[in-house]
Every structure is written in structure tokens, then in C-alpha cells.
């Protein structure tokens, strides 16, 4: 009779030590995780608007949903703000698993004080906590068309 116990007892231990392992495994593994691209010179096919357009697009990959509370344009040191904040963000937006990705629009008209250092923006997308995840910067030979020649 001891012997039975003594065999639930262990079986129980390992059950128990391997579903722990498993809820602090999914614990981890399950976080919201953010693709942000930061693309430039995106036209747009109506006839009428001859515009680029910036887009950042954003895709919710993890396993749980994230409240987006804004969308910037990061500026690197020694301009007079530190960034742009695109202002068709600032009502939020939920992202859950396998949602379509967002898209938000960036207007190019005005950019050219920034040619310069086009090569160190990136974007930004914050969280209602303050966490921020960050794009990819544009590889350099995808200079956009607001970037003088001698940039």
C-alpha cells in the first residue's frame, strides 16, 4: 500500500513541477510583439493627388492584444523637438492576434528641414503605459525623394 503511495506521490511531484514549468513558459511566450515598418515615397492611385506619402505600418504578432496610444516620428539630436507625432493616431487603436496590420499615413510636405540626418528617423508606436517599440531605420539607398542630392 505504501508503495502505491509513494508512486502517486512522485507522479503528482512531476505533474505538478512540469505544468509550473509550462504556465511560466507561456507566461513569456505570450506578450504582444509589434512589426513596425517605416517605409517614404509612397504615392497614393488617386488620379487626382500626386502626393507621397510616408506609411508606418504596424502588425500585432504576439499572442496578446496591445492598445496603441500613439504613432511618432523619432528625430535625432539637435533639432528643436525631439519628435512628430502623426496626429490620426492620438484616438488609439486596438491590435489583437491576427488582426490586420494598421497603416498610418505620413505627410512628406515639410520634411526637407530634416534631409540631413533622413538616414536616423525612425517610427515609434507607444503603448497606453508608455512602452514604446521602435522601426527599423530606412536603409540608405532607400533615400527618399524630400532628401536634397548633396544629403
Known sequence: MDTLRDIA???????GASGLALSIANYFRDKPKLLINLQWDMSSTDINNKDLFGVVSVANVGRRPVFISHVAIVLPKGY???TLLLTETIYGKKLCEGDQPERFLINQHGLSEYSK??????AVIYDPSGKGWKSNKVAKE????????NA
Do not use: A, R
Open 9 to 15: 506521490t512522485i507522479i503528482s511531484l512531476i505533474l
Open 142 to 149: 532607400n533615400k527618399p525623394s524630400w532628401v536634397g542630392q
Open 117 to 122: 540626418d533622413w538616414h536616423k528617423l525612425y
Open 80 to 82: 528643436p523637438h525631439k
